[in-house]
């Protein structure tokens, strides 16, 4: 898959909203491997190699709940910050390490901007599975409760014309006779507001839908339209 090395994509101070669990970033300057706000570090293996990027080199494997954070021993500059949602599969294998032999090691499969980037981790401590158990479950728990995080549409969540509610979701209001005007003639609906998100589908077919999560909506505002003021989202 492409090439190993990538710039990183923005400028310390740059950044808007949530990038960690979306972004691979390859020698990140130190600042963004540091932890956002809401971000925390569920594990910390040492002596892990890159064995694909970095063979040869003993490192920190951060395990957060927003992605992996990979730092060479020797030189810190050197790293890898690899986010969740970037990841396709998780798999572990035989892989040749300089520092271990032939092992087996966790291979990581990404997608990025349109590249394909595949990592291989091993860990350098013999008779130890945190390196697979960990980021297994981490990600595991990511990528089921993508609803929370993610914008989605013409998603399984109506059924018999009541919301499927995420567990701790808790609905605050239902408004039906909503009209949604992303098309030229409007669609009759009901939207939903919960303390997670706020979801609309139509009368017609519960199948088309949206579901926004609030830490997805940059603007809330009222404007004019033909049927009147409108919310948008």
């Known amino acids: 898959?492409?090439?190993?090395?990538?710039?990183?994509?923005?400028?310390?101070?740059?950044?808007?909203?949530?990038?960690?669990?979306?972004e691979i970033r390859f020698d990140a300057p130190l600042s963004q491997l540091a932890l956002r706000?809401?971000?925390f570090q569920i594990?910390?293996?040492?002596?892990?190699?890159?064995?694909?990027?970095?063979?040869?080199?003993?490192?920190?494997?951060?395990?957060?709940?927003l992605r992996l954070i990979w730092q060479?021993?020797?030189?810190?500059?050197?790293?890898?910050?690899?986010?969740?949602?970037?990841?396709?599969?998780?798999?572990?294998?035989?892989a040749n390490s300089r520092l271990r032999g032939s092992t087996q090691a966790l291979f990581v499969m990404t997608k990025f901007?349109?590249?394909?980037?595949?990592f291989v981790f091993t860990n350098l401590v013999k008779e130890s599975?945190?390196?697979?158990?960990?980021?297994?479950?981490?990600?595991r728990a990511y990528d089921t409760s993508r609803l929370y995080r993610d914008l989605k549409l013409r998603a399984a969540i109506v059924k018999g014309k009541q919301l499927v509610q995420l567990p701790g979701e808790e609905i605050c209001s239902?408004?039906?006779?909503?009209?949604?005007?992303?098309?030229?003639?409007?669609n009759l609906g009901t939207f939903f507001i919960t303390n997670i998100r706020v979801v609309w589908f139509a009368k017609q077919s519960e199948n088309f839908?949206?579901?926004?999560?609030?830490?997805?909506?940059?603007?809330?505002?009222?404007?004019?339209?033909?049927?009147g003021p409108a919310l948008v989202v």
């Open 37 to 39: 706000p809401g971000e």
């Open 209 to 227: 839908n949206v579901s926004i999560p609030y830490m997805q909506i940059r603007q809330v505002r009222i404007r004019d339209s033909k049927f």
């Open 129 to 139: 599975p945190r390196l697979f158990t960990t980021v297994q479950a981490v990600y």
């Open 174 to 186: 239902r408004v039906d006779g909503v009209w949604n005007l992303s098309s030229d003639q409007g």
């Open 1 to 22: 898959p492409g090439s190993r090395r990538m710039k990183p994509m923005a400028k310390p101070g740059d950044e808007t909203g949530t990038w960690q669990d979306s």
């Open 113 to 118: 901007n349109a590249a394909r980037f595949e």
């Open 43 to 65: 594990d910390g293996i040492g002596s892990v190699e890159d064995t694909k990027g970095n063979n040869g080199e003993k490192g920190m494997l951060s395990i957060t709940n």
């Open 72 to 94: 060479c021993q020797r030189n810190s500059k050197v790293n890898l910050s690899i986010g969740y949602g970037a990841i396709i599969s998780l798999n572990i294998r035989n």
